[in-house]
Structures are given as structure tokens and as C-alpha cells.
């Protein structure tokens, strides 16, 4: 871990970072989150019986979208050209709830890890608003990086070699 911040500078002031000397590399990142909700919610969802329509197509475009526009929401993000915004919404009758998983390519000088955290939250935002009339009770969770690839850092993944994660996993009771 570096001493230093790379978004502060010498007199302690946020600075969006120089990457003009780092080479153009293939890089992809992928983001994970839930929202869980009452089982009549998921079922009204999965039913297309939500009044303001299709709520996971939606919540999809939403997040593309989102990610798209990063750079104009979290202030010292660089804006990038993607390659790729995929973005999957799945029903989980575990949670119950709803599971996305965004997956974020480009070929440039910075990483795509706050375009695919975008993707996800906003995505998972877009649900809550679309579904808030049957069920204010909903909670945004686990919105995390699962793995990122390319760049000097090279590559990352929130599991390591032996299948435990540095954090406890989603809906864990475990205490960081």
C-alpha cells in the first residue's frame, strides 16, 4: 500500500490524477449488489405486475446508462470510452430479492471499477424506485468489486486462492 493518496496533492487538495503517461491496456472490471424485498415484491416483479412496467428492463437500461455516465457523478473519475456495459439482473427467491452483476470493458489509461459500481448501484437504485410503492421496506446491499483486470495492477478478485474473501460475504453475519 502507498503512502501517498493519488487523489490529493502536496497541499492536501483532491487532484483528479495524471494518467497521461500510462500505456493504453485492455481493462474489465466486474461489480456485484442485491436488493432484497418482501417475497409478494419479487413475485409482482417477476409477474411484469409492478404498475410502472417492466422493472428489471428498466433498472438494466438505467444502469447501462450509469455507467456511461460515471465521470459526470463521482467527481475525480476520468471520463472513459467503454467497449463493453453488460449488466445482469437476476431474481433470487434466497434473498428474496434481486441480484445484478455489471461487467465493464475499455482499452485505455485508468480502470473501470467505478463505471461497473455505477452500473449496479444505479441499477439496483432503479429497482427501489420502481417498486417503492409495494414495498418501501427494500434494502440496497453488497455492492462491492468483484474483479478487475489490467493495468500495472494486473489482476484482482474478491476471492482469493483458497475461497475466502478479505470481507465476510454478502449477508454474512460475521463482523468485518
Same mark, same amino acid.
Given at each position: 500500500?502507498t503512502?501517498?493518496?493519488s487523489?490529493?496533492?502536496d497541499?492536501?487538495?483532491a487532484?483528479?490524477?495524471?494518467v497521461?503517461a500510462?500505456?493504453?491496456t485492455?481493462?474489465?472490471?466486474?461489480?456485484?449488489?442485491a436488493?432484497?424485498?418482501r417475497?409478494e415484491t419479487?413475485?409482482?416483479?417477476?409477474?411484469?405486475?409492478?404498475?410502472?412496467?417492466?422493472?428489471?428492463?428498466?433498472?438494466?437500461?438505467?444502469?447501462?446508462?450509469?455507467?456511461k455516465?460515471?465521470?459526470?457523478?463521482?467527481p475525480?473519475?476520468?471520463? /472513459?470510452?467503454?467497449?463493453? =456495459?453488460? +449488466?445482469?439482473?437476476?431474481a @433470487?427467491? &434466497?434473498?428474496?430479492?434481486? *441480484?445484478?452483476?455489471?461487467?465493464?470493458?475499455?482499452?485505455?489509461?485508468t480502470?473501470?471499477?467505478?463505471e461497473? /459500481?455505477?452500473?449496479?448501484? =444505479?441499477? +439496483?437504485?432503479t429497482?427501489? @424506485?420502481? &417498486?417503492?410503492?409495494?414495498? *418501501?421496506?427494500?434494502?440496497?446491499s453488497?455492492i462491492?468489486?468483484?474483479?478487475k483486470?489490467?493495468?500495472?495492477s494486473g489482476?484482482?478478485?474478491?476471492?482469493?486462492g483458497?475461497g475466502?474473501?478479505?470481507?465476510?460475504?454478502p449477508?454474512?453475519?460475521k463482523?468485518?
Amino acid at each position: 500500500m502507498t503512502d501517498k493518496l493519488s487523489h490529493v496533492d502536496d497541499s492536501g487538495e483532491a487532484k483528479m490524477v495524471d494518467v497521461s503517461a500510462k500505456a493504453e491496456t485492455s481493462r474489465t472490471a466486474k461489480a456485484t449488489g442485491a436488493i432484497r424485498m418482501r417475497q409478494e415484491t419479487l413475485d409482482a416483479i417477476m409477474k411484469a405486475q409492478v404498475k410502472k412496467g417492466d422493472v428489471l428492463g428498466v433498472a438494466r437500461i438505467a444502469g447501462l446508462m450509469a455507467a456511461k455516465k460515471t465521470a459526470e457523478l463521482i467527481p475525480l473519475c476520468h471520463p /472513459l470510452a467503454l467497449t463493453h =456495459v453488460g +449488466l445482469e439482473l437476476a431474481a @433470487d427467491p &434466497a434473498l428474496p430479492g434481486v *441480484r445484478a452483476e455489471a461487467t465493464v470493458s475499455t482499452l485505455g489509461r485508468t480502470g473501470v471499477e467505478m463505471e461497473a /459500481l455505477t452500473a449496479v448501484s =444505479v441499477a +439496483l437504485l432503479t429497482v427501489y @424506485d420502481m &417498486a417503492k410503492a409495494l414495498d *418501501r421496506g427494500m434494502t440496497i446491499s453488497d455492492i462491492s468489486l468483484a474483479e478487475k483486470s489490467g493495468g500495472v495492477s494486473g489482476k484482482y478478485s474478491r476471492l482469493d486462492g483458497t475461497g475466502s474473501a478479505p470481507y465476510p460475504e454478502p449477508g454474512s453475519t460475521k463482523a468485518y
